[in-house]
C-alpha cells in the first residue's frame, strides 16, 4: 500500500472519530444519555456502578432526565441549536475525568437553548 492510501485511511479514521457536527433535537436525550453515562462508567465507576444496574439502567434513567429538560424547554419556547448540542456532547466525550466532575459539561449543555436561563439540572 502506498504512502498516499495511508494518509487517505489515516484522514478517513481522524473523521470517523470526530464526532457529529450537529444533533437534532429529536435525537438529543439518547445521544446525551449515553454519553454521559459512558462518562459516568469511565470517570466516576464506584457511582456508577452503586446507582445502576448496567448501562441501559444508566442510558434509561438520563434519557428520561433529559426529555423533561427539552420539554420545559420547548414549553418556554426555547430555541434549540443543534450546532451547540453536537458541541457539548463532542466536549463531554474528550473532557478529562476531572473537568467531568467539576462538571463542567453543564455550561456546554446550557448553550443548547442559549436564549433561555434554564440550567441544567
Known sequence: MSA???VRFSL????ACSGPSEIKEKNF???GAGMICNRLQECQRG????EYYGHAD???HWEIALEVYIEVADDLDCDYSPEAAARAYNNLAEMSCEDFYGLDYIED???IWDDCALGLF
Open 47 to 50: 457511582d456508577y456502578l452503586r
Open 58 to 60: 444508566c442510558a434509561s
Open 109 to 111: 449543555f446550557d448553550e
Open 12 to 15: 478517513l479514521g481522524l473523521l
Open 29 to 31: 436525550a439518547a445521544s
Open 4 to 6: 498516499l492510501h495511508l
